[in-house]
């Protein structure tokens, strides 16, 4: 099934780079204009740099050269150094959610590129033209992946996690700490047998992409122009593999948060025939927001998460004043509402709910309407101040249901997950010379 390899990546040299908590960043479709430029002024060697530069003001850039330039000068200048050896390397990361400490682990690997018919790799979001070109110059211009793709298996039994258990034992090559939040630590793995036991267990594994389908799919259309560009290729070339994050799907620290939506721009009579058509779809209870004695936001969810274990609940903030519904039915969404040919799998999410029956089926609503967040206070917040008209709250995608949808050959709507942190870009680099 899917092949994993260990690699020489580059990584900051620490005679050069004392602290590496400031050259990272995260992957650029997260990044605010604001957020570029604040891990510009962290450090002159911020990974930004070549991830997602910034276009300079009133002069002549092409920030995917900028980027090309600046790689090849940090190798050459020795701020980057080459792995000796192919390894597998072992990330951990630590963070703080909902009161609680996590730590997430995963292998950063090179996998062979496979399309989607093979069902080695399998994707479980759509993509965007924009994206992937923005990607592909990228690539174009470093010959390089800049961060990992986020990519998920099934450990059944827990073979790979008991094999990596004591890596962990040892001091890590390297170690980031972001303030009180978040945290990095990196093991190379080196030994023979542990590198041929790794690659043999992911030999019977599909694997699923988390987050990066656009840098999948991007890898994927780099690896076809390489291949048309030359008289004869062996398979064998770094173009033919691409650098992933591999994390078990069993792994305490996978956090999944949902994305809510926020609307705006919708008329009155909109707005009035979503209140009467919900009553038709949903069984509808009421939640009074900021009352005193009231129930908090946080207790509003839990009642949400609670009713989703035995059936489908949504929720809206908006439709009354300072109230909160919770949407909930109990019996399957009728096959007409849905899209044609949908898998039973596909019909039985939320998210799908959301998306055909309210966005599509009443709204009629355009993406331009729409932001997302997966901060409930913030959506409920920014229809309070009366900058949205509307939320839409969502429970959590639970992974099982990710991988049935992945597994049936189709594609969750758009922003359905948010993988809580992101990987970080710049911890590992793969060259693809």
Same mark, same amino acid.
């Given at each position: 099934?899917? $092949?994993?390899?260990?690699?020489?990546?580059?990584?900051?040299?620490?005679?050069?780079?004392?602290?590496?908590?400031?050259?990272?960043?995260?992957?650029?479709?997260?990044?605010?204009?604001?957020?570029?430029?604040?891990?510009?002024?962290?450090?002159?060697?911020?990974?930004?740099?070549?991830?997602?530069?910034?276009?300079?003001?009133? %002069?002549?850039?092409? %920030?995917?050269?900028?980027?090309?330039?600046?790689?090849?000068?940090?190798?050459?200048?020795?701020?980057? %150094?080459?792995?000796?050896?192919?390894?597998?390397?072992?990330?951990?990361?630590?963070?703080?959610?909902?009161?609680?400490?996590?730590?997430?682990?995963?292998?950063?690997?090179?996998?062979?590129?496979?399309?989607?018919?093979?069902?080695?790799?399998?994707?479980?979001?759509?993509?965007?033209?924009?994206?992937?070109?923005?990607?592909?110059?990228?690539?174009?211009?470093?010959?390089?992946?800049?961060?990992?793709?986020?990519?998920?298996?099934?450990?059944?039994?827990?073979?790979?996690?008991?094999?990596?258990?004591?890596?962990?034992?040892?001091?890590?090559?390297?170690?980031?700490?972001?303030?009180?939040?978040?945290?990095?630590?990196?093991?190379?793995?080196?030994?023979?047998?542990?590198?041929?036991?790794?690659?043999?267990?992911?030999?019977?594994? @599909?694997?699923?992409?988390?987050?990066?389908?656009?840098?999948?799919?991007?890898?994927?259309?780099?690896?076809? $122009?390489?291949?048309?560009?030359?008289?004869?290729?062996?398979?064998?070339?770094?173009?033919?593999?691409?650098?992933?994050?591999?994390?078990?799907?069993?792994?305490?620290?996978?956090?999944?948060?949902?994305?809510?939506?926020?609307?705006?721009?919708?008329?009155?009579?909109?707005?009035?025939?979503?209140?009467?058509?919900?009553?038709?779809?949903?069984?509808? $209870?009421?939640?009074?927001?900021?009352?005193?004695?009231?129930?908090?936001?946080?207790?509003?969810?839990?009642?949400?998460?609670?009713?989703?274990?035995?059936?489908?609940?949504?929720?809206?903030?908006?439709?009354?004043?300072?109230?909160?519904?919770?949407?909930?039915?109990?019996?399957?969404?009728?096959?007409?509402?849905?899209?044609?040919?949908?898998?039973?799998?596909?019909?039985?999410?939320?998210?799908?709910?959301? %998306?055909?029956?309210?966005?599509?089926?009443?709204?009629?609503?355009?993406?331009?309407?729409?932001?997302?967040?997966?901060?409930?206070?913030?959506?409920?917040?920014?229809?309070? @101040?009366?900058?949205?008209?509307?939320?839409?709250?969502?429970?959590?995608?639970?992974?099982?249901?990710?991988?049935?949808?992945?597994?049936?050959?189709?594609?969750?709507?758009?922003?359905?997950?948010?993988?809580?942190?992101?990987?970080?870009?710049?911890?590992?680099?793969?060259?693809?010379?």
């Amino acid at each position: 099934m899917a $092949e994993v390899r260990p690699f020489g990546g580059l990584r900051y040299n620490g005679s050069k780079v004392s602290e590496l908590a400031s050259v990272l960043c995260p992957p650029y479709d997260v990044m605010s204009a604001i957020d570029q430029e604040d891990y510009y002024q962290r450090s002159p060697y911020n990974v930004v740099r070549v991830e997602h530069a910034l276009f300079e003001s009133g %002069k002549p850039f092409n %920030k995917y050269a900028f980027s090309a330039s600046t790689l090849k000068q940090w190798r050459k200048d020795g701020v980057l %150094k080459l792995e000796e050896q192919p390894v597998f390397y072992l990330h951990e990361q630590g963070f703080s959610y909902g009161g609680r400490e996590w730590r997430r682990r995963g292998i950063i690997a090179r996998v062979r590129l496979e399309g989607k018919e093979s069902g080695v790799v399998r994707p479980h979001e759509g993509t965007l033209a924009a994206a992937k070109n923005d990607r592909l110059l990228l690539l174009r211009a470093c010959q390089a992946n800049t961060s990992p793709i986020f990519a998920l298996y099934e450990d059944d039994g827990g073979r790979l996690s008991s094999l990596l258990d004591a890596h962990v034992e040892r001091p890590p090559s390297a170690s980031a700490s972001i303030g009180s939040a978040e945290s990095h630590k990196l093991w190379t793995v080196t030994e023979p047998d542990a590198l041929a036991r790794i690659q043999s267990r992911f030999r019977q594994l @599909s694997l699923y992409i988390a987050d990066g389908h656009h840098r999948y799919e991007t890898a994927l259309a780099f690896r076809d $122009e390489a291949r048309r560009s030359r008289a004869s290729f062996t398979g064998e070339e770094a173009f033919n593999f691409v650098m992933m994050t591999l994390v078990s799907m069993s792994d305490p620290g996978l956090l999944i948060l949902p994305v809510h939506r926020l609307a705006r721009g919708l008329s009155r009579e909109t707005l009035a025939k979503l209140e009467g058509r919900l009553g038709g779809l949903f069984e509808i $209870e009421e939640y009074a927001v900021g009352a005193a004695g009231s129930p908090t936001l946080n207790s509003i969810l839990e009642t949400m998460r609670s009713r989703g274990q035995s059936g489908i609940c949504l929720g809206v903030y908006g439709l009354k004043p300072k109230t909160f519904m919770v949407l909930g039915r109990r019996t399957s969404v009728p096959v007409e509402l849905m899209p044609v040919h949908a898998s039973p799998a596909y019909r039985g999410l939320e998210v799908a709910v959301l %998306k055909h029956l309210v966005m599509e089926g009443v709204l009629d609503i355009d993406e331009s309407q729409l932001t997302y967040t997966p901060d409930a206070a913030e959506a409920l917040g920014r229809v309070a @101040s009366g900058e949205y008209q509307l939320a839409f709250f969502l429970n959590p995608l639970g992974v099982d249901k990710l991988r049935a949808v992945a597994d049936a050959g189709e594609r969750l709507p758009g922003k359905s997950t948010y993988f809580y942190p992101k990987l970080p870009t710049g911890l590992v680099i793969n060259p693809l010379e």
